[in-house]
């Protein structure tokens, strides 16, 4: 389906914007240099108890103006189910520490491979397909039908074998879980903290949040939003489901806390956001905003998230490998594949490490059942300067098990990689502590030094 000449007319536009992108904020060959100045910074924890909270949101926000979702793209068609059959005390593994520590430092200072966290970047934009179910990805790549799933697994580190969250497989919890770092459900034997509790997959909108209808225990659910844009960095947050409005207001006045670290950035912890139906305007929307965005933020950290609907949409409407669902997976392929020729040709876009992972499986026409590997297996990508290329992500991190055949429960140790790591493994590769509050913490990932030789991200 790929046409090879809108692909290169569109990439000709692509280059029209970078090349503005670059003109205007003079970042021509700086990138790089100031990549370094990201520096690693020690472990921080944050309390903020309930009236703390409140006496921070009644303080007046310093509202930085963001790109708000038109109406007209921004349809309020919720057409998941919420889970009814969500078993919140069921029996975990016998593991009995927690999966909290990590253990590795900074390689020597002579050494090309450095474990993260390190500065690697100062860019990780995370991109989650939804609905993209590892099977299908697998049968696409090895028919030739996913040139770009093909190129993510040749020049990155990959797993077809990740997992979902344990006890929860729909789109509104599990993207929670990306950004937050935390599992969706209550785990037995930890903190009644721990968990974020939105277990709803639709936004109820009016003054609803992350923070008043989640886990009644936290006062605050702390997001990597606020953990980039309160250290000066731009974030973004393009969605193709209108109920990823629950984010933005979640971190935004006068939802949102203040900013606790460094300078005053402001409460609207999302700098750009959209939600558009239409994917290929949304990609094109989101590209341009990350160029400008990062391009005006050098020396990071920046976080950006991408995500791509259709793939569920269609497993809904017709079932998870028919046609259409299949015709998506491809669209979904094409476009991330433009992305990262974009990506490859940016000035300040080069460095940007690259996630691609999912909320869930699907099998049939839906994705609720967590003992089932067609719902829970995903695919989890890493791809970008630095990262090991061609590699089982595995094989390159510390911190989680392949789990083989088996579907692990909840988030202690011998953990597989699960889409909830994403958000804190993004602030790893640039050398930041992991979110405020967050239990997948420790996944670590293998990675050449900055400094090191130019590992390449053109094919
Ligand atoms: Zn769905």
């Given amino acids: 389906m790929t046409s090879a000449r809108a692909r290169a007319s569109r990439l000709a536009r692509t280059g029209q914007s970078k090349e503005s992108a670059c003109d205007v904020f003079g970042l021509r060959r700086t990138t790089s240099a100031l990549l370094l100045a990201v520096a690693a910074t020690g472990c921080t924890t944050i309390v903020i108890d309930a009236d703390h909270t409140r006496t921070e949101q009644r303080q007046t926000a310093i509202a930085t103006p963001t790109a708000g979702p038109s109406p007209s793209s921004a349809s309020a068609s919720p057409t998941e189910k919420s889970p009814s059959d969500v078993p919140p005390d069921a029996a975990v593994s016998d593991a009995s520490t927690t999966d909290v520590a990590r253990e590795a430092g900074p390689a020597a200072p002579t050494a090309t491979v450095s474990v993260s966290p390190v500065a690697l970047t100062n860019s990780v934009m995370l991109i989650s397909v939804d609905g993209l179910a590892a099977r299908f990805v697998d049968a696409e790549i090895t028919a030739g039908s996913a040139p770009t799933f093909a190129r993510l697994q040749r020049e990155g580190s990959w797993t077809l074998n990740a997992r979902c969250e344990a006890r929860i497989s729909v789109t509104l919890p599990n993207h929670t879980s990306m950004i937050t770092g935390r599992p969706a459900v209550t785990v037995p034997d930890l903190p009644a903290e721990t968990n ?264």
């Avoid at 460094?262 to 956001?273: A, H, L, T, V």
């Avoid at 940007?352 to 992972?357: F, Q």
């Avoid at 098990?401 to 140790?413: G, Q, R, S, T, V």
């Avoid at 958000?423 to 590769?429: M, V």
């Fill in 196 to 459: 974020h509790g939105y277990l709803e997959n639709f936004d109820p909108g009016d003054s609803t949040t992350l923070h008043n209808r989640g886990n009644p225990n936290l006062a605050y659910v702390t997001s990597i939003f606020d953990e980039v844009h309160d250290r000066g960095g731009f974030t973004a947050l393009y969605a193709g489901k209108s109920k990823f409005l629950l984010f933005r207001r979640s971190y935004a006045a006068p939802a949102s806390r203040v900013d606790l670290l460094g300078p005053d950035d402001g409460r609207n912890k999302i700098d750009s956001f959209d939600v558009l139906e239409d994917t290929s305007a949304l990609v094109s929307e989101f590209m341009e905003a990350v160029e400008t965005g990062v391009g005006a933020h050098p020396d990071g950290p920046n976080f950006t998230m991408l995500h791509i609907r259709d793939t569920d949409s269609a497993g809904h409407a017709y079932g998870w490998g028919t046609d259409p669902y299949i015709q998506a997976l491809e669209l979904a392929d094409y476009l991330i594949g433009g992305v990262l020729d974009a990506i490859a040709t940016s000035e300040p876009l080069r460095n940007t490490v690259v996630i691609v992972t999912t909320d869930h499986g699907g099998i049939d026409l839906g994705h609720y059942n967590t003992a089932l590997h067609e719902v829970v297996d995903i695919p989890f990508f890493v791809w970008g300067k630095g990262i090991p290329r061609g590699r089982d992500l595995y094989s390159v991190s510390q911190g989680r098990k392949d789990p083989k055949d088996e579907i692990p429960m909840d988030a202690i140790a011998n953990q597989p990689i699960r889409n909830g790591d994403a958000g804190n493994l993004a602030l790893s590769l640039m050398g930041l502590p992991a979110i405020e509050g967050s239990l997948h913490q420790g996944l670590s990932l293998e990675v050449e030094a900055p400094g090191a030789d130019d590992a390449g991200t053109g094919e």
